[in-house]
T-cell receptor
């Protein structure tokens, strides 16, 4: 199994509060991704990174920001959480191929 | 507007029979396709992939077929086992545009009945 951890694994927060999710890898892979999974939508890309300090937007980036200051860490921040951001969030990594390896997920509930 | 479609949200199959999961795509630039399997409360795991230069790829009980003219691919599981019960995501990417982006379908939930 690829060495990917996500923290926290579960989070309950209130509308309007900031939330940061962390993804940590031990594989030294160049690419890192954040997805959200919702019923009927599958996995949708929020943001991705192709190197330290190099990030780009995905399909559903509004309301989210990311940072990657080290190869091993990719942070996803919800500046002001909304109920529509209640979801399961997955981090993924990949090397120089299309195959992505996923973390265990973070279940976020915004009340 | 989904670029990768899995029109069957769920599928039930008897143990030992063949499971066929279907996937359609709309973007003709896609040239690499993947299937992922997901158990509840876990992250998706890579299952099998196929490049557009092939029309079939096999790995044990799993075979993926690609029909480029129809923009259709399918995953065959033979024989199906209860442990195969999971959600299966079809995914596609393009080496020509942004190979670091993979588009996922909505998933098909497979139940294999003992």
């Amino acid at each position: 199994d690829a060495g990917i951890t996500q923290s926290p694994r579960h989070k309950v927060t209130e509308t309007g509060t900031p939330v940061t999710l962390r993804c940590h890898q031990t594989e030294n892979h160049r690419y890192m991704y954040w997805y959200r999974q919702d019923p009927g939508h599958g996995l949708r890309l929020i943001h991705y990174s192709y190197g330290v300090k190099d990030t780009d937007k995905g399909e559903v980036s509004d309301g989210y920001s990311v940072s990657r200051s080290k190869t091993e860490d990719f942070l996803l921040t919800l500046e002001s959480a909304t109920s529509s951001q209640t979801s399961v969030y997955f981090c993924a990594i990949s090397g120089e191929t299309e195959t992505q390896y996923f973390g265990p997920g973070t279940r976020l509930l915004v009340l | 507007d989904q670029q990768v479609k899995q029109n069957s949200p769920s599928l039930s199959v008897q143990e030992g029979r063949i499971s066929i999961l279907n996937c359609d795509y709309t973007n003709s630039m896609f040239d690499y396709f993947l299937w992922y399997k997901k158990y509840p409360a876990e992250g998706p795991t890579f299952l099998i992939s196929i490049s557009s230069i092939k029309d079939k790829n096999e790995d044990g009980r799993f075979t993926v077929f690609l029909n480029k003219s129809a923009k259709h691919l399918s995953l065959h599981i033979v024989p199906s086992q209860p442990g195969d019960s999971a959600v299966y995501f079809c995914a596609a990417s393009s080496m020509k545009t942004s190979y670091d982006k993979v588009i996922f379908g909505p998933g098909t939930s497979l139940s294999v009945i003992p």
